[in-house]
């Protein structure tokens, strides 16, 4: 007889003959095994040891050009304005075929220069991140296989552009739990003039429950939907209510045996929790004007990357799993609104310093070994330029920049390396599928082995197509 | 007799987790019992899965994956001589049978399954193919291709309190696993249960009260009279009108990134309609599936066709158009074969199916079958509306204006030119501009709203003309569009994506079924659509009758008797009552595919009605509760925890269909897609419509529906998760909306006293103990309190 068994056994006869909700309590208390308490975010152990414990992933929405920022090609620079070699784009697909692609190589405006001891090459757009490239470990050969926004970042998070599918923090609150016991174990923060494109399907969980989706805290009002009890109502109000309906479900429990009120019961408990730890999280007085001053923050409490990285920090102290940053919009084509002279500038002083103090600020506080940051966009942008008024560059899959940090990835690598022009990688190339096995390995998950059944399929991250662990860019 | 995959059922029986995905299992397997009887080893009980999940991937159907020419699929493959001069299975010979030698190797070379597949054989699943070998190795069609008889029903011994067929068949397995069923629930649950599972609502006080009295009296007679009620419902529509429209992926904007509202509730209107006019299910996939095809199809049959419109519409900029239509018809294809067939058909876009008898060609043969529409937006008029009449009217409306007006043209002409530029200025911009034009090049349109500033204002006949030119007008141009399928009458070719890239056409195909069921019907034109329809709702065909009823049975168990209710392939779970779903796939097929019989036959069981409660003894030989020794209780669905508040509350506006609603949600929620949506918040009844009628927005769905699962329409559903959050409680305890609700509550909690505030929302009195909990409460608290309790968010 499992643990379960007796334990469910246990409690029938004890509750079986009336013993009264403050046993029941005592009992739940007891037990924080998920079978049991029927928290489905209780910790669970990972397949074997693992490096890290948790994740913070800077997302940023729209393809940020490797071009202006990690992949230096001097080649672009010399043929600018010529075209293309046709062995590089025949047959390939891009996006505004019809309209405003272009075959015309552009090269980049912005000063170049070697940074850390392994030289990595960083632009002028990112002095901050330029300090701490020690720190980083780049892959400059990713590689995705959709070129549309939606379908792209969905592609990036659930590794398929097909809807229904969990996202990485969905597969990783699944697999693991969630070490925080106040607050959901996958966060969504974001940042930038509008919402990503696809909604809320990029932290959509899919088939598994959905407890296992990520969930926004908002930067606007109340930081989790529905956290604020109602203005007329006041705390005692609320413990009162919040406690007649404990005492009301637990005889509900002892009467039917619907392990689904045990889950309820403690569901409420952690609402009610959250309902304090929540606005703890949110409110920053207790940080240093040294530490805003770090992350650049002027006032804690305007909504921007910056405060979302100080946020990320203390989620990531607080032990929440999947902690996931949007910040739009990346997407330069050229033109009034979205070009590489003015906006891509912009939202670089937006991210670069607040990103770099985020590692700065999780490796003082010992959290960088066992937290893995990871910074990249769903593509990134071709060698080849719209030229308009202003100038900017279309939609690439084929070789873009991403950068990790912390989590037991080597500090200071600099993996793979793309052509002359910057279009498709020359060797090791690392596609979406092994970002994500990558990543579940360091969290101590075997992506083939992270699974769920339907449809008389295992399904998991990495779908079905070969992906491997990229040990290379692993200390 | 029997059809082959009857089997008897064992004393105990080996489960292969599933992988059920929700709360709770998913993270549990069952316990794994694997005791074998010696005597009762059956193919597709014991063996067929222990195939399907370790070797069909290398040596299954899929001729371009199978290795050293095996397969295992076929009786005839796994017992031919191989390449290498061995025999994979031979009957009754278990050491010249090869695949013996290779699961029991302990050389890495030779292992099957290969240890790079990450999977293993147990113990016991090696020595149950040895033992099926030694039994002769018999192989068995799969049940869910096998065609449906009627079963017999079985006999019992004695009497029985019920001759009910769904509860012989429950009753004889529930026999053999030793398990007594439940007692019949209390008065007030029966009623509450068949309230929710029909109408989607709890019964109102009175009802209860009602109810209780006339079964005391009546018994059984009472409650079958109640279910007949609430199957009249205009409400039953509704409850079950969700249910279909997740399978249909119903939602009212066009998702991907920019998800623009879209206008096709019509459909979902037309999806109520027809299940309150019981509309037999044949003729309701038939339209929903081809309605544009049927003779003289009329408009209610065109706007039926919205089933397959309730795909995508991606309108980022910079895709290419019909990559897009492509992956709609993929979405198509996959969505047909899921709802009607309960096969993963999709699998079969890049690749031969890797476990089911389902060929890449097939796939696209299906795929044809889609591939030449249209796909417009129509006007729907109202039903009686004669159009070519109503044209003729609108004409001879338009006719009566102009020449009224033009027979008062010296007091308009008198009017107009006294208008001092300070008028002119006060006026509407398109009044200023039809002045600014020239009167002879002003449109009718013009002339008549300058008309009606000043002179035609006061003048009676001149508005007992407009007003019918008006109504006209509306009843022609001013109506609710709905988005369509049009078959083309030029069709496209269609040919197979390599590896479902459609970059890459290979060989054309024309339109064609699964070589695994029933032929289409003979005929000379080639296949289309309504060919297609006809074909899914054959008698003849295994899976949709089975498949249906398989859905219904799950919502009022919370579980399929065929666990794996999108995937009755070679991978899916077996029924646990072969026989009774069999049985209920007849009845639906001989009553004329009548669907609210199946409903009545299964609310009507005395299995239906059993008590909810767990007992010891079910704990522990049914965990799972699927031999059904008692009901289960089972959380409300998103859009019925919405109506039960406001039935509670007595805020409901019962409004049966209609454009959508905006109730009340959070601030801020609407900005988290890329373009941020207007809400504005519906006021008056529209504030307190059902759930079905909310908005639904892809990118960013209503919270409060969201939380407690409903789906997205992002892709088709055929079955809810039912998870338990905190966000959940979060919801009910501050959620706007449920905080109107409890303020509405709260002054029937003063007005009509706690007792009935419990009944309303529980449908029963509270016990001495629990009003005690109450008493000592404010009234807003205590309606606060009902609307969280476990119970009120229930059906038991």
Redesign the interface.
């Not at chain 1, 549309?148 to 379908?151: C, D, F, V, W």
């Not at chain 1, 989790?224 to 109602?230: A, C, G, R, V, Y």
């Not at chain 2, 900005?671 to 941020?676: D, I, L």
């Given at each position: 007889m499992?643990l379960?068994?007796v334990t469910?056994?246990h409690f029938?006869e004890r509750c079986g003959i009336g013993v009264g909700s403050i046993a029941l309590h005592q009992l739940l208390e007891q037990s924080s095994d998920?079978?049991v308490s029927?928290n489905?975010l209780a910790p669970?152990a990972p397949h074997f040891p693992a490096r890290a414990k948790r994740v913070i992933y800077l997302f940023m929405a729209g393809g940020p050009s490797q071009l202006e920022m990690f992949d230096y090609k001097p080649a672009l620079t010399k043929f600018n304005g010529e075209p293309i070699p046709k062995s590089y784009v025949e047959g390939k697909?891009f996006?505004?075929?019809?309209?405003?692609?272009r075959t015309n190589l552009l090269g980049t405006k912005r000063q170049f220069e070697q940074h850390g001891e392994n030289r990595m090459w960083v632009s002028d757009l990112l002095p901050y991140t330029s300090k701490i490239v020690d720190q980083l470990t780049f892959i400059r050969t990713c590689k995705t296989d959709l070129f549309?926004?939606?379908?792209a970042k969905l592609f990036m998070n659930t590794g398929t552009g097909?809807?229904?599918r969990p996202s990485m923090g969905a597969w990783l609150t699944?697999g693991l739990g969630s070490e925080c016991e106040d607050l959901?174990g996958f966060v969504v923060l974001?940042s930038g003039p509008?919402?990503?494109?696809?909604?809320?399907?990029l932290w959509g969980s899919g088939?598994?429950?959905?407890?296992y989706q990520g969930?926004?805290l908002?930067n606007?009002?109340?930081p989790?939907?529905?956290?604020?009890?109602?203005e007329s109502?006041s705390d005692e109000?609320?413990i009162?209510?919040?406690d007649?309906?404990r005492?009301?479900?637990a005889?509900?429990l002892a009467?039917?045996?619907?392990?689904?009120?045990a889950?309820?019961i403690n569901?409420?408990e952690?609402?009610y929790r959250?309902?304090t730890s929540a606005p703890k999280l949110m409110d920053t007085t207790d940080e240093t004007q040294e530490t805003l001053d770090l992350y650049g923050i002027k006032d804690p409490k305007e909504s921007t990357f910056a405060r979302n990285c100080l946020l990320a920090r203390r989620l990531a102290e607080r032990g929440v799993r999947f902690i996931q940053l949007y910040h739009t919009n990346w997407d330069h084509h050229g033109g009034p609104t979205e070009n590489l002279e003015t906006h891509l500038p912009d939202i670089c002083r937006e991210i670069d310093q607040p990103s770099a103090a985020l590692i700065l600020d999780l490796k003082r506080h010992g959290l960088l070994d066992d937290t893995i940051v990871i910074w990249g966009g769903e593509f990134g942008r071709t060698p080849m330029g719209e030229v308009r008024e202003s100038t900017g560059r279309?939609?690439h899959i084929d070789a873009f920049t991403m950068w990790f940090a912390g989590g037991g990835f080597k500090p200071g690598a600099i993996y793979g390396e793309t052509d002359e022009f910057g279009f498709g990688a020359i060797d090791h190339p690392v596609h979406v599928r092994d970002i994500h096995a990558t990543v579940l390995h360091q969290l101590g998950l075997?992506h083939?082995?992270l699974?769920?059944?339907?449809?008389?399929?295992?399904f998991r991250l990495t779908g079905v197509l070969p992906a491997r662990v990229v040990h290379e860019v692993l200390a | 007799m029997a059809l082959p995959y009857y089997f008897p059922l064992p004393p105990v029986r080996s489960q292969l987790?599933?992988?059920a995905?929700?709360?709770?299992m998913?993270?549990?397997p069952c316990?794994l019992r694997t005791t074998l009887a010696a005597d009762e080893l059956r193919f597709n009980r014991d063996i067929r899965p222990i195939l399907s999940e370790y070797c069909f991937a290398c040596h299954g159907f899929d001729q371009s994956q199978r290795e050293a020419g095996l397969r295992l699929d076929t009786e005839s493959g796994a017992k031919a001589t191989l390449e290498s001069g061995k025999n994979a299975v031979v009957s009754k010979s278990p050491e010249n049978s090869e695949l013996l030698h290779r699961i029991f190797s302990e050389d890495e070379d030779e292992k099957m399954p290969p240890a790079e597949g990450?999977k293993s054989l147990s113990q016991d699943q090696k020595a149950k193919l040895k033992l099926w070998i030694e039994q002769g190795a018999a192989y068995e069609p799969h049940w869910a291709f096998s065609p449906i008889e009627r079963p017999r029903l079985p006999k019992f011994e004695g009497s029985s309190d019920t001759s009910h067929p769904i509860d012989l068949f429950v009753r004889e397995q529930l026999l053999q696993v030793g398990l007594a069923p439940s007692p019949r629930a209390p008065a007030h649950t029966l009623l509450r249960r068949a309230s929710f599972d029909l109408i989607g609502l709890p019964p109102t006080v009175d009802e209860v009260n009602a109810f209780e009295k006339d079964y005391a009296q009546r018994g059984i007679q009472a409650y079958q009279d109640a279910v007949d009620r609430y199957l009249e419902r205009p409400a039953f529509g509704e409850r079950w009108g969700r249910w279909w429209l997740d399978q249909a992926r119903y939602a009212d904007s066009n998702g991907?990134?920019i998800?623009a509202p879209r206008e096709i509730w019509k459909y979902r209107d037309w999806v109520i309609e027809s299940l309150n006019d019981n509309l037999p299910f044949d003729q309701f996939t038939i339209e929903q599936l081809a309605g544009d095809l049927l003779p003289d199809a009329s408009q209610s049959q065109r706007i039926a066709t919205g089933f397959h419109r309730n795909t995508?519409i991606?309108q980022?900029?910079?895709?290419?158009q019909e990559q897009f239509r492509i992956e709609s018809v993929f979405d198509r294809v996959a969505t047909t074969g899921?709802v009607f067939l309960g096969l993963?058909v999709g699998?079969a876009q890049c690749h031969n199916h890797k476990?089911?008898p389902i060929s890449q060609k097939e796939y696209y043969e299906i795929f044809a079958f889609f591939n030449n529409q249209d796909e417009p937006t129509m006007k729907v008029y109202g039903k009686e509306e004669n159009l070519p009449e109503l044209k003729e009217k609108l004409k001879e409306a338009e006719k009566a204006l102009q020449t009224y007006i033009a027979e008062k043209k010296q007091a308009y002409q008198t009017w107009e030119s006294k208008l001092t530029d300070e008028e002119k200025k006060k006026m509407a911009p398109n009044l200023r501009k039809a002045l600014e034009t020239e009167p002879e090049k002003r449109n009718q349109t013009q002339i008549r709203e300058l008309f009606n500033v000043e002179v035609g204002k006061v003048d009676s006949q001149f508005q007992s003309l407009l007003e019918n030119y008006t109504s006209l007008d509306n009843r022609l141009n001013g109506v609710a569009t709905t988005m369509v399928l049009q078959e083309r009458k030029e069709p496209r070719q269609t040919r197979v994506f390599v590896k479902g890239d459609f970059?890459r056409p290979a060989e054309t195909v024309t339109p064609g079924v699964l070589s695994v069921l029933h032929p289409l019907a003979a005929q000379e034109k080639e296949p289309n659509r309504l060919d297609l329809a006809r074909w899914i709702v054959s008698k003849a065909n295994p899976l949709t009758a089975r498949v249906i009823v398989n859905r219904l049975w799950q919502q009022y168990f919370g579980r399929g008797i065929v666990e794996?209710e999108?995937?009755f392939?070679?991978?899916?779970a077996l029924p646990t009552h072969p026989e009774l779903l069999d049985w209920l796939a007849s009845e639906f097929m001989d009553s004329g595919w009548n669907f609210k019989q199946i409903h009545r036959q299964i609310v009507l069981s005395e299995t239906y009605m059993q008590k909810?409660?767990?007992?010891?003894d079910v704990?522990?030989k049914d965990q799972d509760n699927q031999w059904l020794a008692r009901q289960q209780?089972l959380?409300l669905d998103a859009e019925l925890i919405r109506d039960a508040g406001l039935a509670v509350s007595g805020l409901l506006t019962s409004q049966l269909g209609g454009p959508p609603v905006f109730p009340p949600i959070?601030?801020?929620?609407m900005?988290?897609?890329?373009?941020?949506r207007q809400w504005k918040t519906s006021t008056g009844e529209d504030r307190f419509r059902r759930g079905i009628y909310t908005f639904v927005y892809?990118?960013?769905?209503p919270?409060s529906l969201?939380?407690f699962?409903a789906p997205?329409g992002?892709?088709t559903c055929t079955r809810r998760?039912?998870?338990?959050?905190?966000?959940?409680?979060?919801?009910l305890?501050?959620?706007?909306a449920f905080?109107e609700f409890a303020t509405a509550l709260k002054k029937i909690v003063e007005s009509e006293g706690l007792e009935k505030a419990f009944l309303r929302s529980t449908s029963r009195k509270p016990t001495e103990?629990?009003k005690e909990?109450?008493a000592s409460?404010?009234a807003?608290?205590v309606a606060?309190?009902l609307l969280?309790?476990?119970?009120t968010v229930?059906r038991?």
């Open positions: 499992s379960r068994d469910r056994r029938f998920a079978a029927g489905p669970r697909r996006a505004f075929m019809d309209s405003s692609h549309n926004h939606a379908p097909q809807f229904g699944y959901p974001q509008r919402g990503p494109r696809g909604g809320a399907i088939m598994l429950p959905s407890a969930v926004p908002r606007r009002g109340e989790i939907l529905n956290l604020t009890t109602p109502i109000q609320q009162r209510v919040i007649a309906v005492k009301l479900n005889k509900k009467e039917t045996g619907d392990d689904e009120i889950t309820r569901a409420y952690m609402a959250m309902q279309n939609h075997n083939e082995r699974v769920v059944r339907a449809q008389g399929l295992d | 987790w599933m992988g995905v929700w709360l709770g998913a993270l549990t316990i990450g991907y990134s998800d995508q991606n980022e900029g910079g895709i290419d899921t993963s699998c476990f089911d970059t794996t999108n995937d392939g070679l991978q899916g909810s409660d767990d007992r010891e704990r522990e209780r959380r959070p601030d801020g929620v900005s988290q897609g890329q373009v941020k892809r990118a960013t769905p919270p969201s939380v699962d997205e992002n892709s998760v039912r998870s338990n959050t905190p966000l959940q409680a979060l919801t305890l501050n959620d706007a905080f103990e629990e909990i109450l409460m404010d807003l608290s606060r309190v969280n309790l476990d119970e229930t038991e």
